[in-house]
């Protein structure tokens, strides 16, 4: 059972009444998630960005979390552009950043789905700048909350990390549906930090292909440590995992897409 406790919002939930519930239908309730970490702009973004798009394309994902979106005066909000150049896609943008502020770092999700309800979420400490972007999509008519977030980066910064995913459980807690959590944890999923998440939640990637879970979503060419950060967690009794992958995890013609390769995940709930 999870325990809520009182956050501090980015902004109150907002229900999107446009966006009813589809029908019910025979077809299962299925759907494609996938965590990305971008980069924002680093390296050669204008060489990377078509390989991030096209690398999404192929994913063929109903619902995208993306980590380390920038936009700025002359760089148009990274994820919007995304979602534009996929089609079809809406986009819910977090940053602790103001929106009369030019320059805003966050995080965002993408789905094609059905949107019913977004909100987000500050995760303390509040110095950190961390958030909990959620957004409930309607699967065949079945809810689902997608919960996305990017957490503290060091590797000894654990205890701030347990107070962001204690925060970030409050949020996500009973009520709220059927939750998928995912995004850069920044530490491996067998954490201590993470013992919470792991007594609720199931590492897809781990439980659909062990191998894969090896390896690094840290792409070491960029001088980065080998380690896998970047997690997409369902609720164990909720979920089935019918396959997970990594993506994104060659370079193309000597260009990374990111610093990061993403995690693909495709489930059906119970």
Known sequence: MLTRRRLLPLAVALPLAACAAVPAADS??????????????????????????????????????LQEVLQDTDLPNQAEDIARALGGYSVHFVSVDPPSQARRYGNAVLTRLPVLETGEHRLRPLKDSRTLATVRVSVNGRPIQIAATHLHHTPEGGALRASQIDDALAVIGPGQGPVILLGDFNAPAEAPEFEEVRE?????????????????????????????????????????????????????AGVWPSDHVAVVARLRLR
């Open 200 to 252: 609720i939640f199931a590492d897809a990637l781990q439980g659909a292909d062990p191998a894969a879970a090896a390896r690094s979503t840290l792409v070491t060419a960029h001088g980065h440590r080998s380690a896998r950060i970047d997690h997409i967690f369902v609720q164990a009794d909720r979920f089935q995992v019918l396959s997970a992958r990594l993506a994104a995890d060659q370079p193309v």
């Open 28 to 65: 299962p309730a299925e759907l494609t998630v996938v965590t990305f970490n971008i980069w924002h702009d680093m390296g050669d973004w204008p060489a990377r960005r078509p390989l991030v798009i096209e690398a999404l394309r192929e994913m063929d994902a109903d619902v995208i979390a």
